[in-house]
C-alpha cells in the first residue's frame, strides 16, 4: 500500500505542476496562442490527477471523466483556432488587447500603461586581452617550478 500511495503523490505532484504551469502562462502571456496552449496544459493537468486518483480509489470514474476532458478540449482547440483566424484576419494581430475593440460601447477603452524608462548602464570595467603576437608575461616561479605534478 505504502508503494500506491508514493505513486499517486507522484502523479498529482505532476499534475499540480503542470496546471500551475498552466495557469502561470495563461495569465502572464498576452498571445492568444499561448493562452489557448496554457489552458490545454491545465486541462492536461487535471486530466493526470483525475487518473491517478481512479487508479488509486480502483474505480473507472476517474478515467471516463477524463475522456470527456480531451473530447471537450478536442473542440475547444477547434473554436479556439477558428477565433485565432478570425482575429487575426480582422487586425493583423494576435494580441489579446486587440479583443477590446469588440467591447460594448458603454464600456471604457483599454489603456495600456506605459512603462517606466530604465536607467542607462554604465559601461563595466571589462577585462583586457593581450594583443595579437605580443607574448603575455609569466612569472619564472610558474615555469621554473611546479606547484604539483
Avoid at 505504502?2 to 498576452?30: D, K, P, Q, S, T
Avoid at 458603454?106 to 530604465?118: K, R, S
Wanted: charged content about 20%; hydrophobic content about 50%; overall charge negative.
Amino acid at each position: 500500500m505504502h508503494h500506491e500511495l508514493a505513486f499517486l503523490y507522484n502523479y498529482l505532484i505532476v499534475g499540480a505542476m503542470l496546471f500551475g504551469i498552466g495557469a502561470v502562462g495563461f495569465l502572464a502571456r498576452r498571445n492568444m496562442i499561448v493562452m489557448f496552449l496554457s489552458a490545454e496544459v491545465m486541462l492536461q493537468g487535471v486530466s493526470v490527477s483525475l487518473v491517478a486518483l481512479g487508479r488509486f480509489h480502483n474505480d473507472f470514474g476517474g478515467q471516463v471523466l477524463v475522456v470527456f476532458i480531451i473530447a471537450v478540449a478536442a473542440c475547444e482547440a477547434a473554436i479556439a483556432l477558428a477565433l485565432v483566424l478570425a482575429l487575426f484576419r480582422r487586425s493583423g494581430k494576435l494580441d489579446i488587447a486587440v479583443w477590446h475593440a469588440l467591447r460594448e460601447d458603454n464600456q471604457p477603452a483599454f489603456e495600456e500603461p506605459e512603462l517606466p524608462e530604465l536607467p542607462a548602464e554604465t559601461p563595466g570595467d571589462w577585462p583586457k586581452l593581450t594583443p595579437a603576437g605580443v607574448q603575455p608575461e609569466i612569472s619564472p616561479e610558474d615555469t621554473d617550478y611546479r606547484r604539483h605534478v
